[in-house]
């Protein structure tokens, strides 16, 4: 240290002077620096939602280590990516013709980078009924195939991305199912959910829509979705929850209200990552609170979308856009008795370990 309180260079050593210079530098290249979390930078350090994949949205599965929410950090602000086949484009409110009647653009709505994808028609601002879709945990937004190709009626498809970087996708909420950690989950569940609603609201107020939203989503992306209509309903015209949960903290205690929208829920018995029983339990509550709910029980199918479920969601989403674009009263078929049948009864709760069977007692030699 020098008299005038200032420290010498020969004091820090070649440690100090490397740290020093590596501090001139990054001041000196920064430029301009914006508060921005670790969410908002993955959206360009992460690899780019993928544009032009013609694969489902439903991709995604509750698998793999959760990582918690990243608290705000400083880092140098980056430029949009440049346009091009794969991720965003420079100019987020232009559409990038993808083919014949179908297109694509993106933007930010509530903080969260989306997809928009419009399909079956030549005019992309055209008023047309609009659909949600929530992907799965490690999964991120593509455009979608499967069940959302060749729909008979024109539509726009928005295409959120969770805020968490998952591995080589993204997710949405701080922890997964299969870790019991169900607080926190519901927590995170109540948030996103909330900022889903928000995210609706302000993209309705940009683009010209006919009809109340239809919300689909797979894995945490079922779980959102029930969330989203449980606990938002005025945002939500149909919701259909796949491979979805709804945990007991977010259970309603009152009935449902006038306007909740109805629910319409696949799900496999053999589900290994989002168990089948609880759903059957969560579903069952929300119907004896007045909720129009049903679901659609698949034998084998594990934790993924099979052929068979996607024909369902076809059906499912013909019939609600139809509805949206007529203005009809019935956007989904009346509720089967799925949920009443001895074969939908949920499994008895596992107490652990397995016990091991009783040696018989010996009796006493008489």
Do not use: K
């Not at 629910?263 to 168990?275: C, F, K, V």
């Amino acid at each position: 240290m020098t008299r005038d309180g200032t420290t010498s260079i020969r004091s820090f050593g070649r440690a100090g002077l490397l740290a020093l210079a590596l501090a001139t530098v990054a001041h000196e290249g920064c430029g301009a620096r914006l508060p921005v979390t670790r969410d908002a930078r993955s959206a360009s350090a992460a690899s780019p939602p993928r544009a032009l994949a013609p694969a489902t949205a439903h991709e995604g599965a509750e698998t793999g280590a959760a990582r918690s929410p990243t608290p705000a950090t400083e880092e140098t602000a980056r430029p949009s990516p440049p346009p091009g086949p794969e991720g965003f484009a420079s100019d987020p409110s232009a559409f990038r013709p993808l083919g014949p009647q179908r297109w694509v653009r993106d933007g930010e709505a509530a903080g969260l980078s989306y997809l928009e994808v419009v399909l079956g028609t030549d005019a992309p601002d055209s008023p047309l009924p609009l659909v949600l879709v929530l992907h799965g945990r490690g999964d991120r937004p593509a455009v979608p195939g499967g069940p959302y190709a060749n729909l008979s009626t024109a539509v726009r498809i928005l295409l959120p991305r969770g805020p968490q970087v998952v591995g080589d996708g993204f997710g949405w909420l701080p922890a997964v199912v299969a870790e019991g950690r169900t607080e926190l989950l519901s927590a995170g569940l109540a948030d996103v959910s909330a900022r889903l609603a928000r995210f609706i609201t302000e993209v309705r107020a940009r683009v010209p829509t006919v009809g109340a939203p239809i919300v689909a989503g797979f894995s945490q992306g079922g779980m959102l979705t029930l969330a989203l209509a449980v606990r938002h309903p005025e945002a939500v015209g149909v919701a259909f929850a796949l491979a979805g949960w709804l945990p007991p903290p977010l259970w309603p205690e009152s009935a449902a209200p006038s306007a909740a929208p109805p629910i319409r829920s696949m799900h496999a018995r053999d589900d290994e990552r989002i168990a089948f029983a609880p759903t059957v339990t969560s579903y069952r509550h929300l119907r004896s609170l007045g909720w129009d709910i049903d679901l659609h029980v698949v034998d084998a199918a594990g934790h993924r979308m099979t052929p068979e479920m996607d024909s369902q969601l076809h059906g499912w989403l013909e019939r609600a856009l139809i509805a949206a674009g007529t203005g009809q009263a019935e956007p989904v078929a009346p509720a089967s008795s799925a949920l009443d049948r001895p074969d939908t009864a949920p499994s008895p709760p596992s107490t652990g370990r397995p016990r091991r069977p009783r040696r018989p007692r010996r009796r006493p030699p008489s």
